[in-house]
């Protein structure tokens, strides 16, 4: 039934350490309040995400362009319990801010999280992440994406089907 909600906007969610970093993909990323900055995160039972996440109660949502895919897909199909991510990939991982969680140097933002809820709402944990510290690259200006430059990632259903965020800015 959920996939009823497509396209959705997709995104790399960091948990571990600069030693260990492990990047998971994710779609299912919702902003929940401006005051204070919250966003959450739905994570799967199964995820080795979900393990690192509990441990250190804090993650990285970082923001691919359609450059990224590739890492994007590996980052969605492998499991950290069983492979290192990280020497699968081309991403450069770099130490956040305010959490121990690392970012992407080639992501277009990097949004700090720390948990302070989360909520069981099935096969998902829904983690509720205040946001500590953002950093952002070219692709923002003045916290606005800019898309007549920059291909932002989005899923176009289940399963390998991509689009961008590229095309016309339309005003209501
Ligand atoms: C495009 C895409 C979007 C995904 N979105 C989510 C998501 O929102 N939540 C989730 O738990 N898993 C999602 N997944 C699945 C995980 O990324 C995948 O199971 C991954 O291998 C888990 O890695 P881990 O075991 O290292 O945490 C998605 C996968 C893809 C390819």
């Known amino acids: 039934m959920l996939e009823y909600l497509y396209p959705l906007r997709t995104y790399l969610i960091v948990a ?3 030693e260990r970093p492990n990047p998971m ?5 919702v902003p ?9 995160v739905a994570i799967g039972h199964t995820r080795y995400t979900k393990k690192l996440i509990d441990e250190q109660k804090d993650f990285v949502v970082a923001v691919p362009t359609i450059e990224l895919l590739k890492d994007v897909w590996v980052a ?15 991403l450069t991982f770099i130490p956040s801010k305010k959490v121990k969680a690392p970012s992407i140097k080639e992501c277009a933002a990097n949004i700090e999280c720390r948990v302070v809820n989360q909520v069981e709402t099935g096969d998902h944990t829904l983690y509720v992440g205040e946001i500590l ?10 916290g606005k994406a800019d898309i007549e430059n920059y291909r932002f990632l989005m899923h176009a259903s ?5 689009t961008t965020t590229a095309g016309d ?3 209501p």
């Open 32 to 40: 929940l309040s401006f005051k204070p900055s919250m966003l959450g």
């Open 133 to 142: 510290s953002v950093t952002e690259g070219d692709a923002f200006v003045d």
């Open 76 to 90: 969605g199909t492998v499991s950290g319990a069983k492979e290192n991510k990280k020497e699968l990939m081309s």
């Open 16 to 18: 571990g350490n600069i």
């Open 169 to 171: 800015i339309i005003k």
């Open 158 to 162: 289940f399963g390998a089907r991509f």
């Open 25 to 29: 993909t994710a779609d299912w990323v």
